[in-house]
Each structure stands twice: as C-alpha cells, then as structure tokens.
C-alpha cells in the first residue's frame, strides 16, 4: 500500500510544473490550498454517504479519490507519505498500531494551541427570507 501512495506522490510533485489545461492535478495545485482542503472534505463527506448508505463500491471508488486528494495536500504543504508513515510507526510503538494517539498524551512534538483556528472554506449561505 505505501509504495502505491509513494508512486502517487511521486506523481502529484511532478504535476506541478505541467499545464494545468490539460492535467487536473497541476489545475488543482495551482488552484490553491483552501480549494485542495475544500476537495478533502468533500471526498471524505462522500465516503460517510456511502458508508451510510451501505454503498460498498462507491465507498472503494470514493476513498480513492480521498486518498489522491489527501496526497495533493500533503505535496502542498511539504508532507511526504514517509513523514506519515514514520508518525504512524511512533504510535504503534506507544499504543499499537490499531489505536488513535489519545489527545491528552505528552509527547515530545511541540504543542499545539488549545483549539484549532476554525477556517472557512467556502460561504454558501442563502441569504435569509424576510
């Protein structure tokens, strides 16, 4: 599996210098990181949906899509699949690897703020009827 998201890596790092008009991902790329986030989370709302709906297939094809969106972001910020892979080995040694590293524990990363910054993404808001 990491050697398939390292190949995709490798591939959305390469993109960014292509033309846009004909590749999505230099599109993408060039488009910023708020609409790279904003694809993020819309695959990952569409991956609930279809668990939801119990719709096993589109869930396949849908976390694909998840994963390639989540690479894109990763490219943007500097984020290689070996930086994740070496977190994900970190929690392993401290809590096995099926267990999410509790929010409370002290390690030795910097800590972050007490809240994150709640971004906006995109206003869709309907303006209210009088």
């Known amino acids: 599996m990491s ?5 995709l890596f490798d591939q ?6 292509a033309d846009p008009s004909v590749s999505r991902t230099a599109k993408l790329l060039r488009a910023g990181r708020a609409k790279m986030a904003k694809k993020l989370a819309e695959e990952a709302i569409e991956v609930v949906i279809d668990a939801m709906a119990d719709e096993r297939e589109a869930v396949v094809r849908e976390s694909a899509d998840l994963l390639y ?3 894109v972001l990763w490219s943007e910020l500097g984020v290689a699949p070996q ?8 929690r392993e040694r401290l809590f096995g690897l099926a267990e999410k590293l509790p929010k409370k524990i002290k390690t030795k990363l910097p800590e972050p703020a007490a809240r994150r910054k709640v971004v906006m993404l995109a206003s869709r808001r309907v303006p209210k009827r009088r």
Not at 3 to 7: F, I
Not at 12 to 17: C, F, L, P, Q
């Open 3 to 7: 050697d398939s998201l390292g190949r």
């Open 83 to 90: 930086d994740v892979w070496n977190e994900m080995d970190r």
């Open 12 to 17: 959305v790092v390469a993109a960014k210098g």
């Open 69 to 71: 969106n989540l690479v």
